[in-house]
């Protein structure tokens, strides 16, 4: 596995409730992504980074932030979750540009309550 | 902004047969097609990719054809083995660094 870790694993969180999620890489990869699951819904982009500082929006961003201020760290915040933002969110990685080869943390499992 | 479709949802076959999974895209700027393949509770991993000046691509049982004509691409796996359930993805990109995913199969191949 490509070297990405994500944290927290595992959140249990209350709904209006601010949350920030991590996701580091070693690989020293240009762009960084940051996705939901969901079952009948596959995988949909939320924020994405092609370098520091430099970040835009995906599909579902609505309710979410992120920021990148060193290469290696990609923050995604929710800043009063929802109870639609129940889901399991994987950060992903790429060296180039989006026609390479783009590989998946761990994921984070977050519960609003 | 692109749409994957992914067909069948879900997908049982005896061990030994052949898998067949099909996704259609709507952008024909998309280059790149990768698949990825997610064990129950684990992350995606990418079990192969094709871009879009190829026409079929081999990595052992698993293969990908791309006809750009009609933005249709497959993923076949041969000889299946129990060890290949799992739910396998689509996805379609191009420069720029959006991806777009099929909602996934669910392969289950009984032994």
């Known amino acids: 596995d490509a070297g990405i870790t994500q944290s927290p694993r595992h959140k249990v969180t209350e709904t209006g409730t601010p949350v920030t999620l991590r996701c580091h890489q070693t690989?020293?990869?240009?762009?960084m992504y940051w996705y939901r699951q969901d079952p009948g819904h596959g995988l949909r982009l939320i924020h994405y980074s092609y370098g520091v500082k430099d970040t835009d929006k995906g599909e579902v961003s609505d309710g979410y932030s992120v920021s990148r201020s060193k290469t290696e760290d990609f923050l995604l915040t929710l800043e009063s979750a929802t109870s639609s933002q129940t889901s399991v969110y994987f950060c992903a990685i790429s060296p180039d540009t989006g026609a390479n080869e783009q590989y998946f943390g761990p994921g984070t499992r977050l519960t609003v309550t | 902004g692109e749409n994957v479709e992914q067909h069948p949802s879900t997908l049982s076959v005896q061990e030994g047969d052949s898998a067949v999974i099909k996704c259609t895209y709507s952008?024909?700027?998309?280059?790149?097609f990768p698949w990825y393949k997610q064990e129950l509770g684990k992350r995606p991993q990418l079990i192969i990719d094709?871009?879009?000046?190829?026409g079929e691509k081999k990595d052992q049982r698993i293969a990908v054809t791309l006809n750009k004509t009609a933005k249709h691409f497959s993923l076949h796996i041969t000889e299946t083995q129990p060890e290949d359930s799992a739910v396998y993805f689509c996805a379609a990109s191009k420069t720029g660094n959006q991806f777009y995913f099929g909602t996934g199969t669910s392969l289950t191949v009984i032994p």
């Open positions: 952008d024909s700027a998309s280059n790149y």
């Open positions: 094709i871009r879009s000046n190829v």
């Open positions: 690989e020293n990869h240009r762009y």
